[in-house]
């Protein structure tokens, strides 16, 4: 199974109003090979393994795990909250 966070958390880098540079932190797990594709995902920093919600919003289908996931239906949402 793949776990994702069902719903993005308040501090997500991903959020409209963040002031974080995106593009420069994808950067950092794009697949050299292959443009707008990723080698892994993004995990949220509320969890210790589950995908970061916004990232999956955004990118779900260009990285290989998120594309299997969802196509043999292993997609499994979860609340995670460590920092709680």
């Keep these: 199974?793949?776990?994702v966070q069902r719903k993005a958390c308040a501090t997500c880098i991903y959020r409209p109003d963040s002031?974080?540079?995106i593009e420069s932190l994808?950067?950092?797990i794009a697949d050299p090979r292959m443009a707008g594709?990723?080698?892994g995902s993004r995990i949220c920093h509320h969890s210790a393994d589950a995908v970061c919600a916004g990232?999956?919003?955004r990118h779900k289908?260009?990285?290989d795990a998120g594309q299997l996931a969802q196509r043999l239906g292993?997609?499994?949402f979860v609340d995670d909250d460590?920092?709680?």
């Design 1 to 3: 199974m793949l776990r």
């Design 19 to 21: 002031a974080l540079d």
């Design 26 to 28: 994808e950067q950092a």
């Design 37 to 39: 594709h990723f080698r």
């Design 55 to 57: 990232f999956w919003a």
């Design 61 to 63: 289908d260009n990285y």
């Design 74 to 76: 292993l997609v499994l």
């Design 82 to 84: 460590t920092l709680a």
